[in-house]
Nanobody
């Protein structure tokens, strides 16, 4: 069975940092990504990493503050200089056959809550 399990969400003050983790299993990863969804808003892509060569892609709001990385079946999202508008549930996502930017992700975790005050 495919499983993606996130951890690391917490409540932090503005300007603080968090590192989210995701353990993926049950499929061969082509790309991994982090998405987020704030209350009342649509889910949006945060960052993507291509598992073969480590190429990364970021949403504009994440560039310069967030860093996605991967170590085998573990994917991380380092978030620095957090802002209240970063408050959201963060989801780990995986793609096995196709990915392009934030498209192609069919496997999802349950999410981890990040609250910035």
């Amino acid at each position: 069975d495919v499983q993606l399990v996130e951890s690391g969400g917490d409540s932090v003050q503005a300007g603080g940092s968090l590192r989210l983790s995701c353990v993926a299993s049950g499929y061969s990863s082509l790309c991994m990504a982090w998405y987020r969804q704030a209350p009342g808003k649509e889910r949006e892509g945060v960052a993507v990493i291509y598992s073969k060569d480590g190429t990364t892609y970021y949403a504009n709001f994440a560039r310069g503050r967030f860093t996605i990385s991967q170590d085998k079946n573990l994917v991380y999202l380092q978030m620095n200089n957090l802002k209240p508008e970063d408050t959201a549930t963060y989801y780990c996502a995986g793609a096995e056959l196709y990915c392009s930017g934030f498209q192609g992700f069919g496997y999802w975790g349950q999410g981890t809550q990040v609250t910035v005050s």
